[in-house]
């Protein structure tokens, strides 16, 4: 009977073993809105802003007593998150708050001083997922940069790294690149949360603001999402889940290329592929390299929006066996140079883009002078292995986790 009994504990989810992570949101109510008394607030947020049982911050915030929630601000898709990708996102109203929304993603990417006016304080609540090229970044680090010019307070409600913050992978951003999707100076996969890059980006920009980060509670480094506690939700109308969230730092870089990455399918990120691709030939050239943590299925789809939209694609879904192991930027290198092997007149990249998603030019550079896949990704991790030790320093987690905040100015 005790051996039974032994045996069911061992079966226990990963989930069971970890207590249910208290967001920055939770964490601020606790404490019964101190930071936020007799200040007129705006709020940074979308769907994703919610607390540990889904309710959201806009509504929280707009009854909290003692707190002026007077201005709202979206990101890409939208304040609800239902714009497409790269869809201009146009300033409107909440109907549930009745508060104005402004777009930091239509005329202007920024909150101008205009938009600031008679704000106390910015409050930023977003969920990332881990990938530099996804754009609710770089709206946090546009704000704190306006945040400072303009002498407002800052405040970070900080959310877990749904694909952990112990792995990193790729180059870090090279100075050289400055753009909406490549802005902030760290590595393809960074295993930093929205707090601990708002920290990063102030102090190496040496920003003269503000800034407060409502700490978690419970969350650890090494947390994959469902380790949490915490229901996912949708980031955006492509990211749906934590396979595709994990994947998306490799996948997702084939968006400067002519192949489909399932956008306008039911698995967008989970599934690539494209009319002219061999699909079957493909997946026998993939087992020849090192991939760990990967399988891959030949997998046919028409999407029915986005590249190649109403055409048959052969394409193959990536499946994730071992995610500790997997390593989606290394699997990036392998299927671009896999593709360059069997299509090199069909498969072509966006060469003026590829830089924003490998960090730098220098991935143009090592396919040119042959270097096979595995040499590049050693490159690639030793540069990964730099950016892990020159983090530590703005790093909240693994630190000091009796912290409930971090303010630095």
Same mark, same amino acid.
């Given at each position: ?13 990963? /989930? ?10 939770? %964490? ?51 304040? !609800? ?5 790269? /869809? =201009? ?28 006016? +008679?704000?106390?304080?910015? %409050? ?66 960074? +295993? ?13 920009? +040496?920003? @003269? ?10 969350? /650890? ?24 969230? =994990?994947?998306?730092?490799?996948? +997702? ?13 039911? !698995? ?11 699909? @079957? ?99 690639? !991790? ?28």
């Amino acid at each position: 009977m005790k051996r039974a009994i032994f045996i069911s504990v061992l079966m226990l989810s990963s /989930q069971a073993l970890w207590a249910k992570v208290m967001l920055g949101i939770d %964490v601020l109510e606790k404490n019964k809105f101190d930071l936020l008394e007799g200040k007129s607030v705006g709020l940074i947020t979308n769907h994703t802003g919610v607390n540990g049982q889904g309710k959201s911050t806009i509504d929280i915030l707009s009854k909290a007593p003692g707190v002026k929630l007077v201005k709202l601000f979206s990101p890409e898709h939208g304040i !609800r998150g239902d714009a497409l990708h790269g /869809q =201009t996102v146009v300033d409107g109203k909440d109907p549930v708050s009745g508060l104005s929304v402004l777009s930091l993603y239509g005329r202007t990417q920024r909150p101008t001083p205009e938009m600031l006016n +008679g704000i106390d304080v910015l %409050v930023f609540d977003i969920q990332d997922i881990g990938t530099r090229f996804y754009t609710y970044t770089t709206t946090l680090a546009y704000a704190l940069e306006e945040a400072a010019k303009a002498g407002i307070e800052f405040i970070v409600l900080d959310r877990p790294n749904p694909i952990t913050g112990s792995i990193v992978e790729g180059e870090p951003l090279d100075d050289s690149i400055n753009h909406f999707t490549a802005y902030l100076r760290v590595p393809v996969r960074h +295993g930093m949360t929205v707090g601990e890059l708002a920290n990063w980006h102030c102090k190496t920009k +040496g920003l @003269k603001v503000k800034l407060t980060v409502v700490m978690m509670q419970g969350w /650890q480094r090494e947390m994959w999402w469902e380790n949490t506690g915490l229901k996912f939700r949708p980031t955006s109308p492509n990211i749906r889940t934590v396979t595709a969230a =994990t994947l998306y730092p490799g996948i +997702g870089g084939f968006e400067a290329t002519n192949l489909s990455v399932g956008r306008g399918t039911s !698995r967008p990120f989970e599934v690539f592929g494209a009319p002219w691709l061999n699909a @079957k030939v493909l997946v026998s050239r993939l087992s020849f390299f090192r991939t760990p943590g990967f399988e891959f299925q030949s997998a046919d789809f028409k999407p029915k929006s986005d590249l190649y939209a109403g055409e048959e694609c052969q394409g193959i879904k990536v499946i994730l066996k071992d995610r500790e192991a997997a390593r989606p930027v290394d699997l990036f290198v392998v299927i671009f140079t896999a593709l360059q092997e069997l299509h090199p007149k069909k498969f072509k990249a966006r060469w003026d883009e590829m830089p924003r998603i490998t960090g730098s030019d220098r991935f143009e550079d090592m396919l040119e002078r042959g270097q096979s896949a595995e040499t590049i990704n050693t490159q690639w !991790r030793d540069e990964a292995q730099k950016f892990i030790e020159k983090r530590k320093e703005y790093l909240l987690y693994g630190v000091d986790d009796e912290e409930e905040e971090v303010v630095t100015e």
